[in-house]
Structure formats: structure tokens, C-alpha cells
């Protein structure tokens, strides 16, 4: 978790970045009134608190926004992080589109120590969604987005409380995910897949989990809707989590959860009860990152070496 120290804006460019105490983020735009928003790929720029603390140990004076930047954050080394990374504070969700930038013109701390940290340890953002950051707000890695659905006819209707998928968005919002949606449907078939279409289609979310519906019951109808929407099957995954329960009791042989993936989202079928889907995700979720880096072009294949 990282920590708000500053923020930063500049009404006229090639002029100094200034201290407010809060700023209005705006979706594919940037901060307001900065000089530097607009519709391009380094709307928001970021700094380290450690790389600046560490600049001014050489002796240097330096104020926040002395080398460009609009977010002083506390807690994160940002080079060490993929372009691609997502950042949630409050409502505003950002993405990481560049690490460092060529330094055309240099800045008034490079004109008098002869060096600037921003071009190595500054980062750039896009807004992928708007709102309001204040000095001091929490700052969150969110590297991957993720959508819920539970499906359960009572809980629908109001008649069940649903404790299931609200466990899954605890256990994942642990490991860095972020929820973009949480939906409880009836157990119908075209319900199911036509939510999930939307989450993989428009919300472009990286992992859709279901909970509910893959037992023999008449009315489970989830892993018909998962295969439906699918592009290729990812088999093991299910397989694998079947096998671990399999170790807890013998009725997970009951279990009809799929695994697929619909473009570069994966769908994973969990099971409906709140215990079983704890010992799933902790089963799970260690290896999942890897898999959605893959699925995703950001990580190479893990086969052993010989």
C-alpha cells in the first residue's frame, strides 16, 4: 500500500509544478487544470517519495514538484512495477502506460546539479476513471481487474443473503485485484452468459469468478453458461481446484465447474458455499497471476529447465 504525499500541478507548461492539497481526476484526461492533461498516454506523471528523499540526501533542496511530477506517493518504487500496472485511490483508477520519458528540456534542478530523477524513476498514467485524490489518501497496486457473479435464484430475489461473493472480492482485493463489478443472478443460463459476455467484451476485466450453479441440481446452469462464452478451454484450472477439494471431502466429485477463457479474460466456475470458495481462492490464487500474465503477452511460459 502506498500513501499520498503530495500533489502537484502546473496551470502553463514549462512552468513549475505547485502543492494543492487535492485535485479532481478526469477519465482520459488527466488532472484538472494541470497543463499537462490530454487525451495521450502521460496524463498523470508519478515519483517516488523514497527517490526524492534520496535526491535531497545529496545535499539538494527540493520542494514536491520540483521535477515535474503530479503524485508524490510513499510506499511504492515504481520502476519496479510493469507498464500496465493499475493504481485505485478512492474512486480514481489509473494505469501505468510509460516508466521514465527522454528529457528534452532540461529542468531547473538539472540547470544547477547537473541531474534530474524523473526521466529514470518518474512513471506515467492514464485515468481510466475519475474522482477526487487528496493529500494523505492510501494508494493501491491493482494489478488486475476482476469481475463476480453469483448465481442463486433466492439470493436474486432478495430471499438469501449472498456471503459467497463477497468473500471472493475480500480474498482477491487481498492479492492486489480490483472488483469492477459484483452481480447476483438467477440461475438462468442466458443471464449468466450474457453478464459475462459484458464483463469480458466491454469491462475488459483480466478474471471473471462465478460462484454458485455447478452441482446437479436442475437449476446449476453456470458451467453451460461459462462453455457458452468461451473461446478456448483452460481445463486445468477447474481440474486442479477439484483435485485440492477433492482432499477436504469426497463431494467435490459433484462439482461441474469449468475453466475457459473468452479473449484475454479468463472465467473460473468456483463453488457456492462461502467455506469451500475461501479454500479454493487460497488454493488458487498463488499460481493465478502467472497464468493471467501469460494469457495477457506479459510473462514467458513456466516450463522447468532440464
Known sequence: MGIVRGICISEK???QKHEVSEAKFVSDWGIENDAH??????????LSLQKIEEFRARGVAVEFGAFGENLIVDGYDFRN???GTKFRCNDVL??????????????????????CIMPREGVFARVLHGGEIHVDDELVVYPFRAGIITASDKG????REDL???AIAELIGQQGYYVCSSKILPDEEEDLYQEMVRLADEEKVDVIFTTGGTGLSPRD??????????TKNVPGIAEAIRAYSMQITPRAMLS???SVMRGQTLIINLPGSPKAVKESLEFLLPSLAHGIQIMKGEAGECARKG
Not at 37 to 46: D, E, I, K, T, Y
Not at 156 to 159: I, Q
Open 164 to 166: 459467497s461473493g463477497p
Open 221 to 230: 446452469n453456470t458451467p453451460e453458461a461459462t462453455l457458452r462464452a468461451a
Open 94 to 115: 489509473l494505469e501505468m502506460t510509460q516508466i521514465g520519458k527522454e528529457c528534452h528540456s532540461h529542468c531547473e534542478i538539472y540547470k544547477v546539479v547537473g541531474d
Open 156 to 159: 436474486s430475489r432478495g430471499e
Open 13 to 15: 507548461r514549462g512552468t
Open 81 to 83: 512495477l510493469p507498464v
Open 37 to 46: 492533461a490530454g487525451h495521450w498516454h502521460r496524463q498523470v506523471s508519478l
Open 256 to 258: 461441474r465447474a469449468v
